[in-house]
């Protein structure tokens, strides 16, 4: 479900951007009969500062990386999917009477807005959709209303534009990550009424989406993750940024690396999930999982599953949402298997082509 369809002019296909806080995630994909592929895909390092904690800081560097990106996937699609951090969107859900047509509930909406929304009206991108009748009102229909910043929402169309492409839709992360966990869903046993946690591990962030029978009914971001591990080494074995990420993904650095460094960090990954499943009891229904999956970069780490398992007592895998779609031979598979994990949010925006 794309909240910001107010870009949208219906053309296909879309090619998915995933702009984190260190990356620039671009996915393709293309469709046979109920069958996807991975048309085209690359991931590359954005200059440090020039996005924090999901704001765009510097335009034209990062403009510069799509453009980078785009190159090395080898990818024509100029129409872009791009998303907004869940924690710069407020969603309302709201009632509205049944018999409206799109263009009268859109009036009234305006009309309502600033009860819903503690921004100026002025400054901040809208949009809606229709989710059923009500339960309590056979009369009336539950609608989800949607709001953002209109500079968030800007500042990723300016980008786009700068780069050469052009964003046909915005969309929200927690959105696009319940989209890519449709395909991560068939992978489980016992899907019906299963409570999944999807805990995406990036560079600045974790996010723990909590997903009952595939809907979304709770998200959380936290400031952690495989940042802190790069700074550690960096601070412990006197090496630069870039040598720490390249040591952090390759080897080689001294023998109680795994011991002093590494170890710690995978308790501390445990922890944050911990606490971030504890945040959700609290305030839920809820006091128990069925399935926690991992996303994110941090989730290929080895060993991580395994002891998040073990400690929580819950089952627990990685999320590999290209598990079930054949490759293009342009692409590296080998490559897209290491960085399935940290892709699903550009699944999610490149499933948008389909809708």
Known sequence: MGIFDFLEQKTKPVVGLDISSTSVKLLELSRQGDRYRVESYAVKALPPNAVVEKNINELEA?????????????????????????????????????????????TQITLEADQYIPYPLEEVAID????????????????????????????RVDVLDLAGL???????????????FSLIAEQLEDQEDQVVAVVDIGATMTTLSVLVDGKTIYTREQL???????????????LSTEEA???????????????????????AVVQQVTRSLQFFFSSSQYNDVDHIVLAGGVASMEGLPELIEEKLGT?????????????????NAVSLANDAPSLMIATGLALRSFD
């Open 128 to 155: 809606f959709e229709v989710q059923g009748i009500s339960e309590r009102n056979p009369d009336q229909v539950d609608v989800l209303l949607a709001a953002c910043r209109r500079e968030n929402v800007d500042l």
């Open 166 to 180: 052009q964003a046909k839709i915005v969309d929200v992360e927690a959105y696009t990550m319940e989209r890519a």
């Open 245 to 267: 990420g390249l040591a952090k993904k390759q080897g080689g650095l001294p023998d109680d690396y795994e011991s002093e460094v590494l170890e710690p960090f995978k308790d």
């Open 315 to 331: 089952q627990t895998s990685v999320a590999n949402p290209f598990a079930n779609m054949s490759v293009s031979p342009k692409v």
């Open 224 to 238: 952690f993750g495989g940042k802190q591990l790069t700074e550690e080494i960096q601070r412990r074995y006197g």
């Open 62 to 106: 990062v403009a510069e990386v799509i453009q980078s990106v785009t190159q090395l996937a080898k990818c024509k699609v100029k129409n872009a999917a791009v998303a907004v951090a869940g924690s710069a969107v407020i969603t309302k859900m709201i009632e509205m009477p049944a018999g409206l047509t799109d263009d009268a509930m859109e």
